[in-house]
């Protein structure tokens, strides 16, 4: 019997990484290169057909249905337009999923990299069984996805869900989007790491110093730190405890989700932070949204590409898709190279 998968295409600003999925969110065959991203897109487009042959070769008996993409925004996913990712020069009103479509012979479906991420672990990992869940990403910045009774909340222009720039306060760093306050310019990672490279010197001998080397400190070594008991990175993780609580007080008034599920490189130490940011949830949220389980991601790093493969291989209300029509293909023996 021929296995059914979907080619799923995790387009980042520093890597291209694409995968084969089968329907029950495992992973076949996978492949990634740096993504040529000052190189415009054409170039990246072609990258894209280069890994696509590539994961193909590594599974050449499967049936492929489609392809997911996972992308940066802003984005129109319903268009399948690219509108500006700012990781990615060049890229200005990008038809992807036209282009894909003709060149592949494949139907695609693009979506925001957080939303795909979020239907991952909503359909294959931490949400699983859920009907409504909030997905966070905790790294370099903040993002994330939203499902809502069975749909990724897409809202105007597909740029609903926007995590990270939430004000939750009125001091701090300026965020990159230009104002002070933003959930990410005080909880992410990157701020994390900037407290703690601030309260440091270098060689100073504290363990901070020691594990970033005298370079400057990032959230994983603050976690790092914390789990060898040192009592600077303690204190930094409890104060990163307490504003991801204050932000997350806010997504469960916003969208009461069944869970609430944390992901990206700060989740590593979700299971230190959990006890100060239930602490922070029960004393600021209303009873109602006080019971939401904040859990840690599932997928990993896997997880919009399992989510990209979602988009082909389940219909909008989460049962298996029907294969998609596609146009004549322009890209030669496309059909016969996907498909056996």
């Known amino acids: 019997m021929t296995i059914e998968a979907a080619l799923a295409i995790d387009l980042g600003g520093t ?16 492949a990634a290169v740096p993504t040529q991203a000052q190189a415009g897109p054409d170039a990246v487009i072609g990258q894209i057909e280069a890994l696509a042959a590539t994961v193909h070769a590594e599974a050449p008996g499967l049936s492929i249905v489609g392809v997911g993409v996972g992308a940066p925004g ?47 672990e909503w359909r294959f990992g931490a949400g699983h069984g859920a009907r409504s869940l909030v997905f966070v990403t905790v790294s370099t910045g903040i993002g994330g996805g939203v499902v809502v009774d069975g749909r990724i909340l897409h809202g105007r222009r597909g ?46 001998g504290s363990t901070l110093r020691r594990l970033s080397v005298d370079a400057e400190v990032t959230g994983r070594h603050v976690v790092e730190a914390a789990r060898l008991q040192d009592g600077l990175a303690l204190a930094l993780l409890e104060e990163e405890a ?54 840690q991601a599932q997928l990993g790093r896997h997880a919009g590409l399992v989510g990209a493969a979602s988009l082909v291989l389940f219909d909008d209300a989460g049962t298996l898709a029907a294969r998609m029509p596609v146009g004549p293909s322009t890209y030669p023996d496309a059909r016969r190279d996907f498909n056996g």
Not at 79 to 106: M, N, S, Y
Not at 165 to 192: Q, Y
Request: hydrophobic fraction near 50%; charged fraction near 20%.
């Open 242 to 295: 307490r504003w991801l609580g204050v932000g997350f007080t806010n997504l469960l008034h916003l969208y009461s989700p069944d869970v609430l599920v944390v992901g990206g490189g700060i989740a590593n130490g979700l299971d230190l932070m959990l006890p100060t940011i239930e602490a922070t949830i029960r004393q600021r949220a209303m009873r109602a949204y006080r019971d939401v389980p904040v859990v």
């Open 159 to 204: 740029l609903a869900a926007e995590i990270g720039h939430m004000t939750i306060t009125n001091e701090g760093e300026r965020c990159v989007c230009g104002v002070v306050g933003c959930f990410e310019a005080i909880a992410s990672g990157t701020a994390l790491g900037r407290r703690a490279t601030a309260a440091t010197a270098a060689s100073d």
């Open 74 to 120: 802003p984005l129109d996913p319903l268009a399948g337009i690219a509108v500006g990712p700012p990781t990615l020069a060049g890229w200005l009103d990008v038809p992807l999923a036209d282009i894909l479509e003709r060149r592949l012979g494949l139907p695609v479906r693009l979506e925001n990299d957080a939303n795909a991420a979020a239907l991952g």
């Open 15 to 30: 890597e291209l990484r694409a995968a084969l999925v089968d329907r029950d969110g495992k992973i076949l065959a996978f």
